[in-house]
T-cell receptor, first 118, second 112 residues
Framework: GAVVSQHPSRVICKSGTSVKIECRSLDFQATTMFWYRQFPKQSLMLMATSNEGSKATYEQGVEKDKFLINHASLTLSTLTVTSAHPEDSSFYIC??????????????FGPGTRLTVL | AQKVTQAQTEISVVEKEDVTLDCVYETRDTTYYLFWYKQPPSGELVFLIR??????QNEISGRYSWNFQKSTSSFNFTITASQVVDSAVYFCALSGRRGMRFGAGTRLTVKP
């Protein structure tokens, strides 16, 4: 089946630094990728939707200047957490879908990236 | 607006008991998809089932079964003869035009 990878799986960084997380669809072209954030013992919350070649759409309350999303190709989307702070520590999960603007009938989730900001 | 409610925060059962996880959703979309995912301690989401809004047939897969009732906007998940390996957090999710909305999750603990 379809596989989505994320790199790195874990990252620890100092406060104030920027961290880039990659999400790759390994065996299919992902026209749309989604980024979710999950705090400990909480649910997944959609942060943003990115379509290849266009600007990402951010959910309410998510700072677009802090969470930079780039979807430069049909197999790669990156999330950059700029000037990370301890409150950004979370589990970041991406998913990839192929259905364009139709309802998201199938999303393939990556294994997640655990970010810890000291 | 889309919303998924999983009222049960935590459930604890003894092995071999049956357990039902509730899920109620809200959406204005006429076409949508409902999902159940399992999240073990590793964090990786495990896909369990997808159901589209036009298909109200219930489904059984081994010890798992799902009851989709559009009239009550519910999509409940039953595990029959639970096992310790079923212990995890289970998420119900709704997929519409913009991304996927997850419920708060139900933490299931199956004790031996």
């Amino acid at each position: 089946g379809a596989v989505v990878s994320q790199h790195p799986s874990r990252v620890i960084c100092k406060s104030g630094t920027s961290v880039k997380i990659e999400c790759r669809s390994l065996d299919f072209q992902a026209t749309t990728m989604f980024w979710y954030r999950q705090f400990p013992k909480q649910s997944l919350m959609l942060m943003a939707t990115s379509n290849e070649g266009s600007k990402a759409t951010y959910e309410q309350g998510v700072e677009k200047d802090k969470f930079l999303i780039n979807h430069a190709s049909l197999t790669l989307s990156t999330l950059t957490v700029t000037s990370a702070h301890p409150e950004d520590s979370s589990f970041y999960i991406c998913s990839a879908g192929t259905s364009g603007n139709r309802p998201r009938d199938t999303q393939y989730f990556g294994p997640g990236t655990r970010l810890t900001v000291l | 607006a889309q919303k998924v409610t999983q009222a049960q925060t935590e459930i604890s059962v003894v092995e071999k008991e049956d357990v039902t996880l509730d899920c109620v959703y809200e959406t204005r979309d006429t076409t949508y998809y409902l999902f159940w995912y399992k999240q073990p301690p590793s964090g990786e989401l495990v896909f369990l089932i997808r159901r589209n809004s036009f298909d109200e047939q219930n489904e059984i897969s081994g010890r798992y079964s799902w009851n989709f009732q559009k009239s009550t906007s519910s999509f409940n998940f039953t595990i029959t003869a639970s096992q310790v390996v079923d212990s995890a957090v289970y998420f119900c999710a709704l997929s519409g035009r913009r991304g996927m909305r997850f419920g708060a999750g139900t933490r299931l603990t199956v004790k031996p």
